[in-house]
């Protein structure tokens, strides 16, 4: 008796933890959502109050605003994630199977970059962007996105691939298919669950970066949402709720992709788990 009470109190300061837990994560969300309906005078004088009257056409006015500029970041973050899809899973199949000269080195230096800070890479990279002439454009984002998740994914699926029977490669070639064939018919689909986890995960990355397009574009309307949140204040100077109104509508693109690629992120972080 003493054991199975000692294990329900253990089970109740569990459950205690992990509703404090969800309770300071989501209640700055909750507070973020109650402010973007509401008035300077109710921010200002009722600001824990939820009561009306509430005030919808924050979100008209935020919409505005901020619309074109989650088509900018659609745009920047898909072709990114999809670049870097591509690239990375010809890399990993690439040092994963294939036999070159200078294959050891270029696969250590690529494992080497994944050593180094990001903001080490920030002037040389500006510098490049700016002789290559992408500068103020989405290409400087999408290419030197998808070349900075490039270390990492190459290396990630390059273990993946090589954690593979041979066999399987060895029937692909015995059935006449090249190294294309092979990729397109044999590596993809293995990798699918990787490629769903990376593509979210370069998606998430390049949505939320905040530097490289603030220094890369200076054209207000090809701004990424995430820059132009931080300008959003001066449209509306002082008035909470529009403003708040532009964050809560900016998370809603990240939510869905969360709630509809749950399940493939989970399949491919079990997969990448399994295989390393």
């Given at each position: 008796?003493?054991?199975?009470?000692?294990?329900?109190?253990?089970?109740?300061?569990k459950?205690?933890?992990?509703?404090?837990?969800?309770?300071?994560?989501?209640?700055?969300?909750?507070?973020?959502?109650?402010?973007?309906?509401?008035?300077?005078?109710?921010?200002?004088?009722?600001?824990?109050?939820?009561?009306?009257?509430?005030?919808?056409?924050?979100?008209?006015?935020?919409?505005?605003?901020?619309?074109?500029?989650?088509?900018?970041?659609?745009?920047?973050?898909?072709?990114?994630?999809?670049?870097?899809?591509?690239?990375?899973?010809?890399?990993?199949?690439?040092?994963?199977?294939?036999?070159?000269?200078?294959?050891?080195?270029?696969?250590?230096?690529?494992?080497?970059?994944?050593?180094?800070p990001?903001?080490?890479?920030?002037?040389?990279?500006?510098?490049?962007?700016?002789?290559?002439?992408?500068?103020?454009?989405?290409?400087?984002?999408?290419?030197?996105?998808?070349?900075?998740?490039?270390?990492?994914?190459?290396?990630?699926?390059?273990?993946?691939?090589?954690?593979?029977p041979?066999?399987?490669?060895?029937?692909?070639?015995?059935?006449?298919?090249?190294?294309?064939?092979?990729?397109?018919?044999?590596?993809?689909?293995?990798?699918?669950?990787?490629?769903?986890?990376?593509?979210?995960?370069?998606?998430?990355g390049?949505?939320?970066?905040?530097?490289?397009?603030?220094?890369?574009?200076?054209?207000?309307?090809?701004?990424?949402?995430?820059?132009?949140?931080?300008?959003?204040?001066?449209?509306?100077?002082?008035?909470?709720?529009?403003?708040?109104?532009?964050?809560?509508?900016?998370?809603?693109?990240?939510?869905?992709?969360?709630?509809?690629?749950?399940?493939?992120?989970?399949?491919?972080?079990?997969?990448?788990?399994i295989?390393?």
């Amino acid at each position: 008796m003493h054991g199975l009470s000692t294990k329900r109190n253990y089970e109740w300061l569990k459950h205690l933890f992990l509703i404090l837990t969800c309770i300071m994560l989501f209640y700055p969300l909750i507070l973020m959502v109650q402010i973007s309906f509401k008035d300077v005078g109710q921010v200002i004088y009722e600001f824990f109050q939820i009561k009306p009257p509430f005030h919808f056409e924050n979100y008209t006015k935020a919409w505005n605003q901020v619309s074109p500029l989650i088509v900018n970041s659609l745009i920047m973050s898909g072709g990114t994630a999809l670049l870097a899809v591509l690239l990375a899973t010809m890399g990993g199949y690439a040092f994963g199977r294939l036999k070159f000269p200078g294959q050891e080195i270029m696969y250590w230096a690529i494992f080497i970059k994944i050593l180094l800070p990001g903001v080490l890479n920030l002037i040389p990279a500006f510098v490049l962007a700016w002789k290559l002439g992408l500068l103020d454009s989405f290409w400087s984002v999408i290419l030197f996105g998808a070349a900075g998740a490039l270390p990492f994914w190459v290396f990630v699926l390059r273990m993946f691939i090589a954690q593979q029977p041979q066999e399987l490669f060895d029937c692909a070639k015995i059935d006449g298919a090249g190294e294309v064939l092979t990729y397109r018919y044999l590596v993809l689909p293995l990798l699918k669950p990787m490629i769903t986890l990376m593509a979210i995960n370069v998606f998430i990355g390049t949505w939320n970066d905040y530097i490289w397009p603030l220094v890369t574009i200076t054209t207000p309307e090809k701004r990424p949402l995430v820059v132009g949140l931080a300008y959003l204040a001066s449209s509306f100077p002082n008035d909470y709720g529009p403003l708040t109104a532009g964050y809560a509508i900016a998370c809603v693109p990240l939510a869905l992709l969360f709630i509809f690629g749950m399940r493939f992120f989970v399949q491919g972080m079990t997969s990448g788990a399994i295989k390393m």
